[in-house]
């Protein structure tokens, strides 16, 4: 599986981004998606994750009710719409995948698309 992110950028704070992830090659094997980030000098950390086919949907507390992760199975690509964006929000953006179905963000990627920056100014 290989996933490819896009959608980073410079927003100002209160600002929204959404940044997208298109799966290709064994994506039959897909039952969860979701997105990390990385701020520096922290430890990579879950920002929300789906359930590639039911649908179930887990957030990280610090984005709750700011942000909201949905998938298009048909075009095997997940997004994440972040919204009120607060410069706390500042990381490397990474797009994960994993064959297994877990509840909950704590789970551990078989699969991880590129990072995509994003900077939250003041």
């Known amino acids: 599986v290989q996933l490819q992110a896009s959608g980073g950028g410079l927003v100002q704070a209160g600002g929204s981004l959404r940044l997208s992830c298109a799966a290709s090659?064994?994506?039959?094997?897909?039952?969860?998606m979701g997105w990390f980030r990385q701020a520096p000098g922290k430890e990579r950390e879950s920002v929300a994750t789906i359930s590639w086919r039911g649908g179930s949907t887990y957030y990280a507390d610090s984005v709750k009710g700011r942000f909201t992760i949905s998938r298009d199975n048909a075009k095997n690509t997940v997004y994440l719409q972040m919204n009120s964006l607060k410069p706390e929000d500042t990381a490397v953006y990474y797009c994960?995948?994993?064959?297994?179905?877990?509840?909950?963000?704590?789970?551990?990627?078989?699969?991880w698309g590129q990072g995509t920056q994003v900077t939250v100014s003041s």
């Open positions: 090659g064994r994506t039959f094997e897909i039952s969860l």
């Open positions: 994960a995948a994993h064959p297994t179905y877990y509840r909950g963000t704590q789970w551990a990627p078989k699969y």
